[in-house]
């Protein structure tokens, strides 16, 4: 408990310095607007993270901390959430691993900076995960058992699809379950229908949406950001070298090596089931997600690990090779994070590269500096009566969020994509 306190800890630090120095990154700028135009769903994305921002800056302004206290505190949840699944799975031992291997992890440690659909995703799979494995070892007749536990897992499933569209997921991982010898006595039950029912009546949002817009969210994400996908050698690498980024060179080794630990982990079957379950079918179809689409990121399997945290915690406590690779990865993690910070927050990087290799637009440091100096400017040449316009969505989201103090004008996008914005300001036709 002491360990899982002292990473959280040192991950809100993390977020912390970043917040109080730097702006929001592009992304996050467009997630605060979802907050400001409050919808079932959103052209881009389901609509959970623009909730939570929205309830966030209505506590506490429209600022970068109240933006950003939404992901420090679902990465919070996430370590929690996942020392818990290990712990009743595993053990003390194996559990004081799993918020560790949290912190070696870039995709977590640094990705869990921003306030993104992620954020919530990363929380919701660990709790969906360690209530299914307690609700199938739990063979009491308490109302809880047969009713509370089926409910609150329907509406965490439900939640995780309003969080992102991956979060569908999860319902193939309660198939699975209820398709095997563990599950099967579920069916039975009323209240595993009542959850179900509860996941459906809580993903209706993202539906009627939809419906209302002409199916604007499937046609945006399966068809007109699509024009050059397919399989590929580019994507192939991009996958490959993405993982290996975002995951890390020796966690994600240790991760896979979790797999086959599982696998032939037979002592352990209903662990086996429930972590493969929860974890293949999402990092399958990202991974062919990835593959198929150039526009695909490398952080989309990112949920699918979420439950190898156990299965690698526990590897971890019983093998004293896989101790050695966790020791160097958690050394490796703290190190990347370190170096994060001097890249982002000082001007060390582009003093150090020569002029002529340093590329300021993969500098991710340069997209959270700058708009309250632009944001000054625009305001000093505003016209009352004229909207300010940009011309693409991440500028759209940083003006926006920068003009956001009682008088600012009003931002308008004309990008020649259907954005959000188009939405929002009635051009959408």
């Not at 150090?352 to 997209?367: I, M, R, T, V």
């Amino acid at each position: 408990m002491r360990i899982l306190i002292l990473v959280i800890f040192c991950l809100a630090l993390s977020n912390l310095l970043v917040s109080t120095q730097l702006g929001l990154g592009d992304g996050e700028a467009l997630y605060t607007s979802y907050g400001q135009h409050l919808s079932l769903s959103y052209l881009d994305h389901p609509p959970l993270i623009g909730w939570l921002i929205y309830l966030a800056t209505s506590a506490f302004g429209v600022q970068v901390l109240a933006v950003r206290s939404v992901s420090i505190l679902m990465m919070a949840a996430s370590a929690v959430f996942t020392y818990l699944l290990t712990k009743d799975m595993f053990g003390s031992r194996a559990a004081a691993w799993s918020p560790l291997l949290l912190l070696a992890t870039p995709i977590f440690s640094v990705g869990m900076i921003a306030s993104a659909p992620d954020a919530p995703l990363a929380a919701l799979w660990p709790l969906f995960t360690w209530q299914l494995h307690r609700g199938l070892e739990d063979n009491s007749k308490t109302r809880w058992a047969r009713l509370g536990r089926p409910v609150l897992l329907g509406f965490v499933l439900g939640l995780a699809f309003l969080a992102k569209y991956t979060g569908v997921c999860l319902a193939i991982t309660a198939a699975i379950v209820l398709g095997s010898s563990y599950g099967r006595s579920w069916l039975r039950r009323p209240g595993t229908w009542m959850g179900a029912l509860v996941a459906l009546g809580t993903v209706l949002p993202v539906v009627v949406w939809n419906a209302e817009h002409h199916w604007a969210g499937l046609f945006h994400r399966l068809v007109w950001t699509q024009a050059g996908a397919g399989f590929s050698l580019r994507n192939t690498g991009a996958l490959v070298g993405g993982q290996l980024l975002y995951v890390g060179p020796l966690v994600l080794p240790l991760l896979l090596w979790s797999v086959f630990y599982l696998v032939r982990a037979r002592r352990r079957q209903l662990s086996t089931m429930v972590l493969l379950a929860a974890s293949l079918p999402a990092l399958g179809a990202t991974y062919l997600l990835v593959l198929w689409s150039d526009v695909a990121e490398p952080h989309w399997p990112g949920a699918g690990y979420m439950p190898l945290f156990a299965a690698a915690s526990a590897l971890v406590a019983e093998r004293v090779r896989a101790t050695t690779v966790a020791k160097a990865a958690v050394g490796f993690g703290c190190f990347v994070l370190v170096a994060l910070h001097i890249a982002v927050e000082t001007p060390l990087l582009p003093a150090l590269l020569p002029e002529k290799s340093y590329q300021p637009q993969y500098d991710l440091g340069n997209e959270l500096r700058g708009w309250p100096e632009v944001a000054e400017t625009v305001r000093a040449m505003a016209d009352d009566d004229m909207p300010v316009l940009a011309a693409f969505y991440t500028q759209c989201g940083q003006l926006a969020f920068a003009l956001s103090k009682p008088g600012d004008p009003v931002v308008r996008c004309v990008s020649p994509e259907t954005d959000d914005f188009d939405l929002w300001h009635g051009a959408f036709a």
